[in-house]
């Protein structure tokens, strides 16, 4: 990781970057000081819910713009803000995408019933608040090393 602009911390773009679909880029969100909340707590999961993971994604990233998804997979979670939420096994990955096909993964956590609990509702309040930092910092120029 590389330091610049006002002390922000750009993680390499390997480190960031997560599938390279035929339709879409899915990458980690990161924040300003350089962590990778959702990455973070996927290297803490089992191979298995890893891999998981990578099949959804995957499977996202190769189909294109306006294919129907199941929606054991993908579904929208907050229709307002457009956040999706990947769905491998009892994993939740919030995400959102951007112009030039690209999809950000922000924040991730456990399901915890069949209905979003209120620290499930928490955990999209802080994706909304990561979108948010997103699109000021890449407006900005502030979001990809240059």
Do not use: C
Not at 9 to 16: G, L
Not at 45 to 71: F, R
Not at 100 to 113: E, P, R
């Amino acid at each position: 990781m590389t330091k610049s602009r006002s002390m922000i911390i750009y993680p390499k773009p390997e480190d960031i970057l997560f599938h390279e679909g035929r339709y879409f880029t899915v990458e980690w969100f990161y924040l300003e000081n350089g962590k990778l909340p959702a990455f973070e707590y996927y290297r803490r999961l089992s191979e298995v819910d890893q891999h998981k993971l990578k099949l959804v994604v995957k499977y996202i990233a190769d189909n294109p713009y306006g294919t129907k998804l199941p929606l054991t997979m993908y579904r929208i979670e907050d229709h307002h803000n457009k956040i999706f939420a990947f769905k491998p096994r009892a994993e939740r990955y919030f995400n959102f995408m951007m112009k030039g096909s690209v999809i950000i993964i922000t924040n991730a956590y456990h399901k915890h019933s069949n209905k979003m609990t209120k620290q499930d509702l928490e955990e999209l309040q802080t994706s909304i608040r990561y979108k948010l930092d997103y699109v000021r910092r890449v407006k900005e120029g502030a979001y990809y090393e240059a």
